[in-house]
């Protein structure tokens, strides 16, 4: 199956600073999403993001699907923007199954 | 509207106990999919129906029952569970021929 990793596994930053979130998977996907889980457990749809690029506020993701990768950028950060950040890819089916990352851990520093 | 509800927020039951999860959304999404996550790990797959027909089961031990009385709705029933089937439990949904899928925000379960 598909094999999905998530790099870096944890990331500490003070408020204010950028950061870049990877995501590399093992297959061709016509599937991607970012995800950002909150501290409730509440998992909140970022970017349905296959391929290309797209931007939403402090947010942006690129998925480059020839080289089987995807970014989420994340500029200026906030304290609200601490959680963990998966990435999910889907599995080729035609339910849409989706095979999630490790997660990357965000924790924003005051 | 994108939302995806869950109830109850908490569950704490005994191990002889019966209960049900319920999910609902009303985006007209004819697939829906049941998640377990345990602490410090990605959500694992339990269960998806397809046009309120059971279409994925991973291999999930009998005393997890879903259920899909209808577009609207997913029910998972618990009976005689383990203190280990502690863990949050999500509902997601998505249109059947594509697009993302959008979660609820969980049932946190705990089996005493």
């Known amino acids: 199956g598909i094999q999905v990793e998530q790099s870096p596994p944890d990331l500490i930053l003070q408020e204010g600073a950028n950061s870049t979130l990877r995501c590399n998977f093992s297959?061709?996907?016509?599937?991607l999403q970012w995800f950002h889980q909150n501290p409730w457990g509440q998992l909140i749809n970022l970017f349905y993001?296959?391929?290309g690029t797209k931007q939403n506020g402090r947010l942006s993701a690129t998925t480059v699907a020839t080289e089987r990768y995807s970014l989420l950028y994340i500029s200026s950060s906030q304290t609200t923007d601490s959680g963990v950040y998966f990435c999910?890819?889907?599995?080729?089916?035609?339910?849409?199954?989706?095979?999630f990352g490790k997660g990357t851990k965000l924790s924003v520093k005051p | 509207d994108t939302e995806v509800t869950q109830t109850p927020k908490h569950l704490v039951m005994g191990m002889t106990n019966k209960k049900s999860l319920k999910c609902e959304q009303h985006?007209?999404?004819?697939?829906m999919y049941w998640y377990k996550q345990k602490a410090k790990k990605p959500p694992e797959l339990m269960f998806v129906?397809?046009?309120?027909?059971?279409?994925i089961n991973e291999s999930v031990p009998s005393r997890f029952s879903p259920e899909c009385p209808n577009s609207s709705l997913l029910n998972l029933h618990l009976h005689a569970l383990q203190p280990e089937d502690s863990a949050l439990y999500l509902c997601?949904?998505?249109?059947?021929?594509?697009?993302?899928?959008?979660f609820g925000p969980g049932t946190r379960l705990t089996v005493t």
């Open positions: 997601a949904s998505r249109q059947f021929r594509g697009g993302e899928q959008y």
């Open positions: 297959d061709s996907v016509n599937n």
């Open positions: 993001i296959p391929s």
């Open positions: 999910a890819v889907g599995d080729g089916g035609s339910q849409g199954n989706l095979i």
């Open positions: 985006m007209g999404h004819r697939a």
């Open positions: 129906y397809s046009y309120e027909k059971l279409s």
